[in-house]
């Protein structure tokens, strides 16, 4: 049982959410594994606390495994073996239009897995996206 089934219809119906009721659970694994401690309070209020482990940058150890992408991501990436407008990748995953232009294709380029077709211009109406060698890498990884 979802604890806000309105807030929850809205989140799955946006594929913000895959499942009622996993969340917790999901959250303490991938915490888990990257050394995380994670505490929950849910008395009044649901309180998420993340405890970062003390590390420097020198310290801590390179990623020897591929960087971990929620599925919509992944299959973004593999839509994009060609160039792709904005309005395409939305048609594709069929979720809400400001989080694929806010949230998912700026993390991507960021994450260096897509490039912009015209770099110079970014915001330009005739914008593609094109998946790169570490994306095309990262999805035959998956």
Not at 49 to 65: I, V
Request: aromatic letters at 8%; proline letters at 6%; a neutral charge.
């Amino acid at each position: 049982m979802a604890r806000n089934p309105i807030i929850f219809d809205a989140f799955y119906r946006l594929w913000i959410t895959e499942k009622i009721g996993s969340g917790i659970a999901r959250m303490r694994e991938a915490m888990a594994e990257r050394d995380i401690e994670i505490t929950f309070d849910t008395e009044d209020f649901f309180i998420a606390t993340l405890t970062r482990p003390e590390t420097t940058r020198k310290e801590a150890a390179p990623q020897a495994t591929p960087q971990a992408l929620s599925d919509v991501e992944l299959r973004i990436l593999q839509f994009c073996h060609e160039e792709r407008s904005a309005s395409e990748i939305i048609n594709f995953t069929g979720m809400n239009p400001d989080y694929i232009r806010k949230e998912l294709i700026p993390k991507l380029i960021e994450k260096g897995f897509l490039a912009l077709t015209i770099p110079d211009k970014p915001r330009s109406p005739h914008q593609k996206y094109i998946l790169t060698e570490a994306g095309m890498k990262h999805v035959k990884a998956m």
